[in-house]
């Protein structure tokens, strides 16, 4: 059991460069949901997915794109990498909240846009 | 707007003490917390939650506090091991429907603990 896989694990980005981070979880969770991480800043939400076909943004959705086409996979779009973007990324899954449980994460993409 | 607070960037124990951090929230809509655990170079792993109808929820050598008058919850660890040494993060959800499971997390505390 894979649990939650994100490509790649690092990457470095020139500027108004664009690029997918990929995630795909097999728990068959219906939400899934992707945060940043930001040195001595704890994970902020970039958006989320409570399904296929249904994405909502988060806390700092700007200069992001999603989409969910199926419940396995949901990819991170950045389409004009800009500096503010350097960041480690995380995508996590889980059941929904009524079931009190636990979002699993991704082992994270740490991104550098010079 | 920081909803979710730990305001103890870092902590350092002796090995076989307890340790207790502690984390603050504003938003009364939250229903769900939960500490997760973050290796370097790793994903965040879940470690314990407590739902706002109880006030303590224990797993082993870790213990999670509510105090939902004073908006505030903490973690115990006991005894604490080197292995314990991690940055946790408190997280907090609030969805009474069942639509969404937002977590809005903390900035997370860099525990230490000295053998």
């Known amino acids: 059991n894979a649990g939650v896989t994100q490509t790649p694990k690092f990457r470095i980005l020139k500027i108004g460069q664009s690029m997918t981070l990929q995630c795909t979880q097999d728990m068959n969770h219906n939400y899934m949901y992707w945060y940043r991480q930001d040195p001595g800043m704890g994970l902020k939400l970039i958006y989320y997915?409570?399904?296929?076909?249904?994405?909502d943004k988060g806390e700092v959705p700007n200069g992001y794109n999603v989409s969910r086409s199926t419940t396995e996979d949901f990819p991170l779009r950045l389409e004009l990498a800009a500096p503010s973007q350097t960041s480690v990324y995380f995508c996590?899954?889980?059941?929904?909240?009524?079931?009190?449980?636990?979002?699993?994460f991704g082992q994270g993409t740490r991104l550098t846009v010079v | 707007d920081q909803q979710v607070k730990q305001n103890s960037p870092s902590l350092s124990v002796q090995e076989g003490r307890i340790s207790i951090l502690n984390c603050d929230y504003t938003n009364s809509m939250f229903d769900y917390f939960l500490w997760y655990k973050k290796y370097p170079a790793e994903g965040p792993t879940f470690l314990i939650s407590i739902s706002s109808i109880k006030d303590k929820n224990e797993d082993g050598r870790f213990t999670v506090f509510l105090n939902k008058s004073a908006k505030h919850l903490s973690l115990h660890i006991v005894p604490s091991q080197p292995g314990d040494s991690a940055v946790y993060f408190c997280?907090?959800?609030?969805?009474?429907?069942?639509?969404?499971?937002?977590?809005?997390f903390g900035t997370g505390t860099l525990l230490a603990v000295q053998p």
């Open positions: 997280a907090a959800s609030a969805d009474r429907s069942g639509a969404t499971n937002k977590l809005i």
């Open positions: 996590a899954s889980s059941y929904p909240h009524t079931q009190n449980t636990e979002a699993f």
């Open positions: 997915s409570v399904g296929a076909g249904i994405t």
